[in-house]
């Protein structure tokens, strides 16, 4: 059977040999042809077909009709432009025929990256045998014109294991060297991309023997596994090995994918707390002053002036819809749709959940104004609604949306997938949230606000300090609110002042104290300006940005901040200060105490000891990474434990035979420290200039000056680079002497992990700053020499 093939442009078509780039040109994707473009408009060259993959970033197609499949890749290279410079006229499964058009290119922006624009048609063998024949060689075409034909054999029907492409990626993972010993990865059109640390640990020949791979090709350490269109699901493979089976890129303890997670979830809302606090703050400031409308039982919010209104939305529905942010990001850290994470967090922060109801009484839907009523626990009402302002209801809705997706996917039928799914999915998660996450939360909140109220009474204080102390824990659940009705409920109904109210302004400036400590401890330029741009938001009591953007993702100044509020609280109990008016956060909080002046000044003087306690903790105990020297003294004290708890040597043994050797390691560490923190310097300050550079919108003087600052540092870096890898060399010679004296008396072939360890304690700075020059020619030879030592001591 003959299948024309028409010109897909104007231009100089060759055969696809003479292309020259290694892959393509030695058909690795299939016979075919390319054309030297004279117009920027592709079109088909099918005269029937469906659109079958369109890549995300917009430079190649899979077409393909009945018979064959055509790949038509514009350019080489051009992945890199993420979709910049193409204008694609086609969707997905789009039925196309002759001289539809396909894309348009931006010649000039491929001229200017100096990438090679040639368009590529390559036939791919999937669907069976295709010979190739062109009528038209080395000579200039017009869009549309007859260049050739397919000349399709008949083959026999091929069937796959359904583990096919599982079976393809363990291979692939196994034989670059495994998965310490890459980066990170990729999938582009055609080819599984991998960055790759030792090259010499990949087995190329078996790669390229390997079923479904059609070559392979290197860029730099860009490792470029040729697949054809079915590179996605080769990626896809990877990243369920990597995720399920135990085989990770990392090694990542409970705590680590929680604090993981957290800052996944948490700091991609950090634009939106940041603008949200700083106009809260300006609200709260212009609110005291008289000059904007606040609302109240007398003036609601319909008969605000349009300033006032403006201020107020801006300062509400940022902190209001946060949980849509929350609920999108949780989606899409999993891996699922983060556009059906959106609808689910609108639906559940939706206010048609304030309509009239259905009836009266328990399961009838009776609704007054809060909710739907369900049922009564301990005397409080438990509604279906709307979660405004709440965090864990819309986290967990967007966990179970993820899994239920996942779910559904195993068993419903491609035909009627897109058009079932999301509806099946969205309702499933939907219902389940309404019915059963949200009301566990209400039944929380519900004990919560009892349990505040219960402990206020506590002496020396304990009240109101374990009060201050899980005040921001609150905060994270987002069970915060009805906490907060509880304790504000006295002064509200006029019944008396309260001193839990006290709580909020110590609990929050609390983390603000915290906030300061990061920034006079942390030397990421990045943090220091998250840490700046939340710090007016704290001030007027929006604690959001500071926990969210800078405490909660290091874990460490969150948990001083909410220790230094427990602390504070207690001293606030002492002094019984109880506010007695409801006015503005942080220090605005001192308007809250009317009945002295003293009491306003004590209240203030609990406040700043409180912040002084919060910044002194966090600079005490967070620090963004152990140095070389903690980290080996950590593996020592492993080893010695290890050693002693199983018996193989007893603790004066250890010390007669090891201490002296572990002693001088550590001297040794500690005596060149200075030189890794000169490089660390050195480090952040190109980072910073670099940074500078981008942002500067100054003439080219100013420019070059600071390229010229950067080409010094990095002079001096390279040297600084050579003195550490000097000194790192020497450690690891003193290191394999002291894991050999070891090896005698623990038989222990973990050991060659633990070498792995020290090597990466010693080279933290280069993993962290992602300078992957760790002496990787050195390592190989030691790495080698040290395993021929073990395996002699194993022998004896």
Not at 103 to 108: A, L
Not at 474 to 486: E, F, K, P, S
Not at 524 to 535: C, F, P, Y
């Amino acid at each position: 059977m003959k299948i024309n093939l028409y010109a897909p442009c104007d231009g100089i078509i060759h055969p696809i040999e003479d292309l020259n780039d290694g892959v393509f040109s030695q058909k690795a994707l299939g016979d075919g042809f390319f054309i030297e473009p004279i117009t920027n408009t592709i079109c088909s060259p099918l005269e029937s077909a469906t659109v079958s993959l369109i890549f995300e970033t917009q430079h190649a197609f899979y077409i393909e009709n009945k018979k064959t499949r055509l790949l038509i890749h514009i350019g080489i290279d051009t992945v890199a432009l993420n979709g910049d410079g193409f204008k694609t006229a086609v969707t997905l499964n789009q039925k196309i025929k002759k001289n539809d058009i396909l894309t348009s290119i931006d010649f000039e922006l491929l001229e200017k990256r100096n990438l090679n624009k040639a368009i590529i048609v390559a036939i791919d063998s999937e669907k069976g045998e295709s010979i190739l024949h062109l009528k038209i060689s080395k000579n200039q075409i017009k869009q549309g014109q007859l260049i050739g034909y397919l000349e399709v054999k008949k083959s026999p029907i091929k069937t796959e294991k359904s583990n096919l492409w599982k079976d393809i990626s363990e291979d692939i993972l196994k034989n670059v060297g495994g998965n310490n010993n890459f980066n990170s990865y990729y999938n582009c059109m055609t080819r599984l991309r991998i960055k790759i640390n030792d090259k010499q640990l990949v087995d190329e020949d078996t790669l390229k023997n390997l079923a479904k791979v059609k070559g392979i090709n290197w860029s730099g350490n860009e490792l470029q596994i040729i697949i054809g269109g079915d590179a996605y699901k080769v990626k896809d493979e990877f990243d369920f090995i990597l995720k399920s089976k135990n085989i990770k890129t990392e090694k990542k303890g409970a705590w680590r994918t929680i604090t993981q997670f957290i800052s996944n979830v948490m700091i991609p809302a950090l634009p939106v707390l940041m603008a949200t606090g700083i106009i809260a703050g300006i609200q709260a400031l212009f609110a005291q002053f008289g000059w904007v409308q606040v609302p109240s039982a007398e003036l609601p919010e319909t008969q605000l002036n349009l300033f006032s209104m403006l201020l107020f939305i801006g300062s509400k529905v940022g902190l209001e819809m946060i949980g849509i942010v929350f609920c999108y990001n949780t989606v899409k850290y999993l891996g699922g749709d983060p556009i059906m994470g959106i609808f689910l967090g609108i639906a559940l922060t939706t206010r048609h959940f304030l309509g009239s109801g259905f009836g009266e009484g328990a399961l009838n839907w009776q609704h007054d104004g809060k909710g739907y009523y369900l049922f009564q626990l301990f005397g409080n009402k438990i509604y279906i609604k709307g979660y405004e302002s709440s965090i864990i209801p819309l986290i967990t809705g967007g966990i179970f949306l993820f899994y239920v997706d996942k779910f559904v996917k195993k068993w419903m039928p491609g035909a009627v997938d897109i058009v079932f799914r999301p509806a099946i999915v969205f309702m499933t998660a939907f219902v389940a949230t309404l019915f059963i996450i949200g009301p566990i939360t209400g039944i929380i909140e519900q004990l919560l606000g009892q349990s505040v109220i219960a402990i206020g009474d506590l002496p020396i204080g304990l009240g109101v300090a374990i009060f201050c102390g899980f005040w921001q824990i609150l905060v994270l659940t987002g069970v915060h609110i009805a906490v907060a009705n509880a304790v504000k409920f006295p002064i509200m109904a006029n019944q008396g002042s309260s001193m839990l109210a006290a709580g909020f302004g110590i609990a929050i400036l609390a983390q603000f104290g915290a906030c300061i400590g990061v920034f006079l401890r942390t030397r990421d330029q990045k943090l220091k300006q998250a840490a700046v741009g939340a710090m007016p938001s704290i001030i007027f009591g929006i604690s959001e940005p500071t926990i969210f953007g800078v405490n909660l993702p290091k874990i460490r100044p969150f948990v001083c901040g909410s220790i230094a509020a427990f602390f504070g609280g207690m001293l606030s109990g002492i002094l019984k200060l109880d506010a007695d008016v409801i006015g503005g956060g942080g220090f605005l909080q001192i308007m809250w105490f009317t009945d002295s002046i003293l009491e306003m000044i004590l209240y203030l003087m609990v406040l700043l000891i409180t912040i002084t306690i919060a910044c002194l903790l966090t600079l005490t105990f967070f620090s963004e990474r152990k140095t070389e020297l903690k980290q080996v003294k950590t593996l020592n004290w492993s080893i010695k434990k290890y050693l002693v708890i199983n018996n193989r040597v007893s603790k004066k043994e250890y010390n007669l035979l090891l201490n002296d050797k572990e002693k001088n390691i550590i001297v040794d560490l500690n005596n060149n420290k200075k030189e890794y923190y000169k490089y660390e310097k050195l480090k952040l300050e190109e980072i910073k200039l670099k940074q500078k550079l981008e942002n500067s919108a100054a003439g080219k003087i100013n420019n070059k000056n600071f390229e010229n600052k950067i080409n010094d540092i990095k002079v001096n870096l390279k040297e600084q680079e050579i003195v550490i890898n000097d000194f790192n060399k020497k450690m690891i010679k003193v290191i394999d002497n002291y894991l050999t004296e070891i090896s005698y008396v623990s038989k222990n072939n973990e050991l060659l992990i633990l070498r792995n360890d020290y090597l990466n304690s010693l080279n933290s700075l280069f993993n962290i700053y992602n300078n992957r020059e760790k002496m990787e020619s050195h390592l190989e030879v030691t790495n080698l020499n040290f395993k021929n030592k073990l395996l002699y001591v194993f022998r004896k």
